[in-house]
C-alpha cells in the first residue's frame, strides 16, 4: 500500500475487555447450550426456555453487550447474569475504506492472533465475507491467505461476532427504545470466504450459521448464505444436512494436474469425487444450483479447451460459473488472465448455457480482494523476513 493509496483508516484503541474469571460468553453458544448455562447459573428449569428467548433476542435482534438494558428481565436477575455471562465479540483492531466503498476489517481474538474480515456493499445487496480460522492449511498457490500457516479454528462466538461488528460499524442495530429497522438491510448476505477452509471447522461454521438463520435474531435466509470449500468431499452432503445453506466451490482448473497444483486438496479428493459429492447437494440441501469459482490465471487455466471442459465436467449440475480474474499480491506466481481471454472464456461458457458473470475485483487498494486476505501480523512478519534476507542476515 503506497501513501497516496485513496482509503481512510481508523485505528481503534479502544482496549479489549477481558472476562472477568469464571464468567462465560454467552455470544456463539446455541439455545440448548445457552439453556444449559443458564440453568447452571441458578435459573429455574422451567423458565429455562423462556429466558433463552428474551436473552437471544437481547443479543442477537436489538445487539445490546450487558444485560442492564434488558428490561423484560427482572433487575435481581439481570444482576445474576452479570455475575456468570458477558456479551463479547471480537475487537476491531483497524478498519480501512476502499475507494469503491469495500470495508475490510482486521479483527483481533483470544489469543491476540488476527483475521481479516471484509464488507461489499452493492446496489441491491451488502455481502458479508467472513473468516473461519486464523490462517489455513490448504495452500492454495493463488492465495495469498494460503501463504499464512494455519494457527487455530475460530470459534462460533468469533465466527458470528464478525457478523456482530460489522453491523456495529455499519450502525445497523435498531435504536434503543424502537423496532428493528425495515429499510434494506445493509448486511444481508454472508459468505463463508475468508480466512480459512469452513469445512475443516464444521461445528463452529454450523452453529454460528444456525444463530445467523435463526429467525428472533439476525434473521437471514438460508439463501443468503454462501460457504465455500476447497473441496472438502466428507464434509459436503453434511453441510447440506445440517447447515442448508448454498454453496459455492473453489474449482479453478479443469484437469487434476493443474487442480493438484492450484488446489492440493485435490490430491486427497480429485475432481471426479468432488463433483459426484456435488451433484448430489441441490437435492439434499434444496439449494437452487451451486456456484464454481474460477479464478482466471493467464496461461495456467483460461485457455477455450478449458472453458469446454469445464462445461463437460459440470454437465448435469444446476450451476453457475463466477469468473474471478486474480488478484495479484506480492510475490504471487500467477498473472490476471487478459480481459480479452476472460471475456471469450465467459462466451463459451454463456453459449453452454450457464451464467458466467465476470466478478468485478473489490478492494484491490486495500487488499480486500478475493485471495488476498491476510493478516497484518503475518505480512509484517513476511516483510521483515525479505528484509533480513535482502541485507543478507
Known amino acids: 500500500m503506497t501513501p497516496d493509496t485513496p482509503i481512510t483508516q481508523d485505528v481503534l484503541t479502544i482496549p479489549r475487555k477481558l472476562p472477568e474469571a469464571g464468567r462465560q460468553n454467552l455470544v456463539g453458544l446455541t439455545r440448548q447450550e445457552m439453556r444449559d448455562a443458564l440453568i447452571a447459573a441458578g435459573t429455574p428449569e422451567k423458565q429455562a426456555k423462556m429466558r433463552v428467548g428474551q436473552i437471544w433476542q437481547w443479543i442477537y435482534q436489538k445487539g445490546v453487550r450487558s444485560f442492564e438494558p434488558m428490561t423484560n428481565l427482572a433487575k435481581d436477575y439481570r444482576a445474576t447474569l452479570s455475575e456468570h455471562f458477558v456479551i463479547e465479540i471480537p475487537e476491531v483492531v483497524s478498519r480501512q475504506v476502499s475507494d469503491d466503498g469495500t470495508r475490510k476489517y482486521l479483527v483481533r481474538i483470544a489469543g491476540g492472533h488476527e483475521v481479516e474480515t471484509v464488507y461489499i456493499p452493492e446496489t441491491d445487496r451488502g455481502t458479508l465475507c467472513i473468516s473461519s480460522q486464523v490462517g489455513c492449511t490448504l495452500t492454495c498457490s493463488f492465495c495469498h491467505t494460503g501463504t499464512q500457516k494455519l494457527v487455530r479454528n475460530l470459534t462460533a462466538a468469533e465466527i458470528i461476532g464478525q457478523v456482530m461488528l460489522a453491523r456495529d460499524d455499519l450502525g445497523e442495530w435498531p435504536e434503543p427504545g424502537r423496532a428493528p429497522k425495515n429499510e434494506q438491510r445493509l448486511v444481508s448476505n454472508i459468505v463463508l470466504m475468508g480466512m480459512g477452509e469452513p469445512l475443516y471447522n464444521f461445528e463452529a461454521v454450523r452453529n454460528a450459521m444456525k444463530i445467523a438463520m435463526d429467525n428472533e435474531g439476525i434473521s437471514l435466509s438460508r439463501r443468503r448464505i454462501t460457504l465455500s ?165
Open 229 to 393: 470449500t476447497s473441496g472438502v468431499v466428507p464434509e459436503i452432503a453434511r453441510t447440506a444436512e445440517e447447515i442448508g445453506c448454498l454453496l459455492a466451490v473453489s474449482f479453478h482448473a479443469t484437469t487434476d494436474a493443474v487442480r493438484d497444483k492450484l488446489v492440493p486438496i485435490n490430491k486427497r479428493w480429485n475432481i471426479a469425487e468432488l463433483l459426484e459429492a456435488l451433484r448430489a447437494y441441490p437435492k439434499l440441501s434444496n439449494s437452487e444450483r451451486i456456484t464454481f469459482e474460477y479464478v482466471m490465471l493467464k496461461g495456467v487455466n483460461d485457455s477455450d479447451e478449458d472453458a469446454r471442459r469445464l462445461i463437460r465436467l459440470i454437465s448435469g449440475i444446476p450451476a453457475k460459473i463466477n469468473l474471478i480474474p486474480f488478484n495479484e499480491w506480492p510475490g504471487s506466481p500467477y498473472e490476471r488472465s487478459d480481459w480479452k481471454r476472460i471475456r471469450a472464456f465467459a462466451d463459451i461458457i454463456y453459449k453452454a448455457g450457464y451464467a458466467s458473470p465476470i466478478r468485478t475485483p473489490r478492494g484491490e487498494d486495500i487488499m480486500a480482494a478475493c485471495g488476498q486476505l491476510k493478516s497484518a501480523t503475518e505480512r509484517a512478519r513476511k516483510s521483515r523476513r525479505e528484509i533480513a534476507a535482502e541485507a543478507g542476515l
